[in-house]
């Protein structure tokens, strides 16, 4: 079956420090791996994406992703948070071979503290 | 990227009554989904619709509580039918990004977000 686990509800992290946002997926055949985020009374912001190529993806707001095949990960980075950057983040897989059907994480509250 | 519309973006329904939401896009799409976050929960993919066919619904989701309708390819509605206290949710559409399922994310409208008393 596929799923997508977000295994931290909340991260912490001070203005300027580095920041990491953990996902790890199970899916069937090769996975396509998103993030979004979401700000509150939003809808969901795309961020990034990885398809195949280079593990390391980098996509909006200075927010990159390293895909880890072999410990099924796929972890979102940032060098240096923001305040601005506090919002509820996704995780999502989609099946290589079914277009139209996502799975999404239970998503992680980032805090960016002053 | 496409621009998704919602509306209404928000509403106080009472229960029992039904409320359908809105969603209209920039450019033609083929299929546009429908998904329901519940309250600090993740998406749940409701149903995919097509334009000139039913819509498909995922396990969990009937047509009779979720009736949808594709008129044209720019315009989806979704209903949600004798609510109940458990249908607050947020109600999101979706289409596939211009670069079609093969490559593509998911772009979201804003959301209606329903609080049903």
């Known amino acids: 079956a596929q799923s997508v686990a977000q295994p931290e509800d909340q991260v912490n992290v001070a203005e300027g420090n580095p920041l990491t946002v953990k996902c790890t997926y199970s899916?069937?055949?090769?996975?396509?791996l998103f993030w979004y985020v979401q700000y509150p009374n939003r809808g969901l912001q795309f961020l990034l994406k990885?398809?195949?190529?280079?593990?390391l993806v980098k996509g909006s707001y200075g927010f990159e992703a390293e895909f880890n095949k072999s410990q099924t990960s796929f972890h979102l980075k940032k060098p240096s948070a923001l305040v601005s950057d506090s919002a509820l983040y996704f995780c999502?897989?989609?099946?290589?071979?079914?277009?139209?059907?996502?799975?999404f994480g239970s998503g992680t509250k980032l805090n960016v503290k002053p | 990227s496409a621009v998704i519309s919602q509306k209404p973006s928000r509403d106080i329904c009472q229960r029992g009554t039904s409320l359908t939401i809105q969603c209209q896009v920039d450019?033609?799409?083929?299929?546009m989904f429908w998904y329901r976050q519940q309250p600090g929960q993740s998406l749940t993919l409701i149903a995919t619709?097509?334009?000139?066919?039913?819509?498909?619904?995922e396990s969990g989701f009937v047509i009779d509580k979720f009736p949808i309708s594709r008129p044209n390819l720019t315009f989806s509605t979704l209903t949600v039918s004798n609510m109940s206290p458990e249908d607050s949710s947020i109600y999101l559409c979706?289409?596939?990004?211009?670069?079609?399922?093969?490559?593509?994310?998911?772009?979201f409208g804003e959301g209606s977000r329903l609080t049903v008393l």
């Open positions: 979706s289409v596939h990004s211009a670069g079609g399922p093969g490559t593509g994310e998911l772009f």
């Open positions: 899916v069937s055949g090769n996975p396509y």
């Open positions: 990885y398809i195949t190529g280079d593990n």
């Open positions: 999502a897989v989609r099946e290589g071979y079914n277009f139209n059907k996502f799975y």
């Open positions: 450019s033609q799409v083929t299929m």
């Open positions: 619709a097509n334009q000139g066919s039913e819509a498909t619904y």
